[in-house]
């Protein structure tokens, strides 16, 4: 009997050993799962980053400082004539002005990078964010007399890791904006807060039914900021600095329109779901 009672044993400590191993392997295999996503996630932004500063810097920069160049040089050579003298002044001007506007965007990539690295992820009512999104298309669609549709398939207690700062102030306004700036006026633009295939991700959709985007566009990778329908104008750096503060909580965006004339949807992927579905 003794003896038997030492094999058991014997074979309930292998059995708890194994056991272990294998829920610390399970465990590592999930950490190095989400520090990939993590990875994907930054050196996504990165690249993006990195093509922003490079078109910036080889067209934005560079074209108006060989302009002022040229300018000067002319200037100093005495080959403007006198009457000209304003009209040149004037091209110096706007194109000073073109390079003091490539400083200011890549001072707001820093200034973003450094404000993002210091916030830490709080969790946030899908509730909340959908009364956020409420209060300030009331002021953005305003101008354009567009309408807002707002449709939640998530249970109330529903939460999401992100920062209320950002959420506020980089991630929904430029979300609500691109949807005014690209609808025609007295459109409509509906929000949808759904889960993603049951899965741990909560999906938030823009959908606008304005101009769309062409497949052109979408493979230029929309490298050059496009007017709105009323000739807005920004500097093209809405989504990008969104981008860069969501994949700060893990989170990330996707951007899609069926074509030209199609309106286009623009969903918020937001991590870390709380509750039961």
């Given at each position: 009997?003794?003896?038997?009672?030492?094999?058991?044993?014997?074979?309930?400590?292998?059995?708890?050993?194994?056991?272990?191993v294998v829920l610390?392997?399970?465990?590592?295999?999930?950490?190095?799962?989400?520090?990939?996503?993590?990875?994907?996630?930054?050196?996504?932004?990165?690249?993006?980053?990195?093509?922003?500063?490079?078109?910036?810097?080889?067209?934005?920069?560079?074209?108006?400082?060989?302009?002022?160049?040229?300018?000067?040089?002319?200037?100093?050579?005495?080959?403007?004539?006198?009457?000209?003298?304003?009209?040149?002044?004037?091209?110096?001007?706007?194109?000073?002005?073109?390079?003091?506007?490539?400083?200011?965007?890549?001072?707001?990539?820093?200034?973003?990078?450094?404000?993002?690295?210091?916030?830490?992820?709080?969790?946030?009512?899908?509730?909340?964010?959908?009364?956020?999104?409420?209060?300030?298309?009331?002021?953005?669609?305003?101008?354009?007399?567009?309408?807002?549709?707002?449709?939640?398939?998530?249970?109330?207690?529903?939460?999401?890791?992100?920062?209320?700062?950002?959420?506020?102030?980089?991630?929904?306004?430029?979300?609500?904006?691109?949807?005014?700036?690209?609808?025609?006026?007295?459109?409509?633009?509906?929000?949808?807060?759904?889960?993603?295939?049951?899965?741990?991700?909560?999906?938030?959709?823009?959908?606008?039914?304005?101009?769309?985007?062409?497949?052109?566009?979408?493979?230029?990778?929309?490298?050059?900021?496009?007017?709105?329908?009323?000739?807005?104008?920004?500097?093209?750096?809405?989504?990008?600095?969104?981008?860069?503060?969501?994949?700060?909580?893990g989170a990330d965006?996707?951007?899609?329109?069926?074509?030209?004339?199609?309106?286009?949807?623009?969903?918020?992927?937001?991590?870390?779901?709380?509750?039961?579905?």
């Amino acid at each position: 009997m003794l003896s038997q009672n030492i094999v058991l044993l014997a074979l309930a400590s292998l059995v708890a050993t194994n056991l272990l191993v294998v829920l610390m392997l399970l465990r590592r295999r999930r950490q190095s799962e989400r520090e990939l996503r993590k990875t994907q996630g930054e050196l996504r932004q990165e690249r993006e980053l990195s093509q922003v500063l490079r078109r910036t810097l080889s067209h934005d920069l560079a074209n108006p400082l060989m302009a002022i160049r040229s300018y000067l040089t002319l200037l100093e050579d005495g080959k403007i004539k006198d009457e000209h003298l304003p009209r040149t002044l004037e091209k110096v001007n706007a194109n000073v002005t073109a390079a003091f506007k490539f400083i200011q965007r890549a001072r707001s990539i820093g200034l973003a990078q450094r404000e993002a690295s210091a916030m830490v992820s709080e969790l946030i009512p899908v509730a909340e964010i959908l009364a956020e999104i409420e209060s300030q298309s009331a002021v953005l669609f305003r101008g354009k007399e567009l309408q807002l549709e707002v449709k939640s398939e998530l249970p109330l207690e529903f939460q999401v890791r992100a920062h209320r700062i950002a959420l506020r102030e980089h991630i929904l306004p430029v979300a609500l904006s691109n949807a005014a700036k690209y609808s025609q006026r007295g459109g409509v633009v509906k929000v949808v807060a759904s889960l993603v295939n049951q899965s741990s991700t909560v999906a938030i959709t823009v959908t606008d039914n304005g101009v769309g985007i062409s497949k052109e566009e979408f493979e230029r990778k929309l490298s050059s900021p496009r007017p709105g329908t009323e000739d807005e104008f920004g500097e093209g750096m809405g989504l990008i600095l969104m981008g860069l503060f969501l994949r700060k909580f893990g989170a990330d965006y996707q951007l899609t329109s069926e074509g030209s004339g199609q309106g286009s949807t623009l969903k918020l992927e937001l991590r870390r779901v709380i509750g039961k579905f």
